[in-house]
């Protein structure tokens, strides 16, 4: 009978030898999770960036630009849908992983919820025709561009995710990557503070606006930032994962 290495042994290298072995058994074990994980994210990021110019196009009156963008925020929040529906068929419960499955679902469906924001502001400024007040025209631009730098650091700290599975979840890497998730948290709450400012301008021009206008104007502003914070929880759900090896 051959020897199994200790090294053999652990989780995490089984784990590899189902995923990344070249016999018909590891395929029985479909996709790999973590890659399609990285994938979900950068559609989901993809989608994300779409509003800047989403914006631009509101503010520029220029309909067809908006149209165009909408359609394609539409399609990658369909693809990201696609992969989520994916990985939750092929993760079943006996699925041998290097993690908790559900602390892997658990962020996988926070950063589903990145594409999903995202649709429902390009949705609901098409429903309700809205315009950019001219009060919070300046503000609002700087807010909504530090919101997507805080998903496309996200983003950067999912592609650590190779890494992490090499070691494990654990070790220098996994250091790394808590410390670039204190970085997000950082960002995010940047961008809160602008959040803050974009409100404040609002309020200053209530009295100009009618009252409904006013009230999807506070709900908008606070999808946007829940982009921000969508992306941070991404990040502190990644620490968990961390933390529960």
Not at 74 to 92: C, F, G, S, T, W
Request: hydrophobic share 40%; glycine share 4%; net charge negative.
């Amino acid at each position: 009978m051959c020897d199994v290495s200790p090294k053999q042994k652990s989780p995490v290298n089984r784990y590899r030898l189902h995923m990344l072995g070249t016999n018909p058994l590891s395929r029985l074990f479909g996709p790999n999770p973590f890659n399609l994980l990285k994938e979900h994210m950068r559609i989901a990021l993809s989608c994300a960036e779409q509003l800047p110019a989403l914006f631009e196009a509101v503010k520029a009156g220029d309909g067809k630009t908006f149209e165009a963008l909408k359609n394609e925020i539409d399609r990658l929040e369909n693809e990201a849908d696609a992969i989520h529906k994916k990985v939750r068929q092929n993760l079943p419960k006996t699925f041998l992983l290097p993690v908790d499955r559900r602390d892997l679902l658990d962020l996988l469906d926070t950063q589903d919820k990145i594409a999903n924001i995202t649709q429902d502001i390009a949705g609901l400024m098409m429903e309700r025709q809205m315009t950019i007040p001219l009060g919070i025209a300046d503000p609002l631009t700087p807010f909504v561009h530090e919101c997507i730098e805080v998903v496309r650091y996200c983003a950067t700290i999912m592609e650590e995710m190779d890494e992490l599975l090499e070691t494990g979840f654990s070790g220098p890497e996994a250091k790394k990557v808590s410390e670039m998730i204190d970085k997000l948290n950082e960002i995010e709450q940047a961008s809160d503070d602008t959040g803050a400012a974009v409100s404040k301008a609002l309020f200053l021009c209530e009295k100009n606006l009618d009252p409904v206008t006013v009230i999807f104007w506070y709900r908008l502003l606070e999808w946007i930032g829940d982009t921000a914070d969508y992306a941070e929880a991404v990040g502190n759900r990644l620490r968990l994962m961390i933390t529960h090896r």
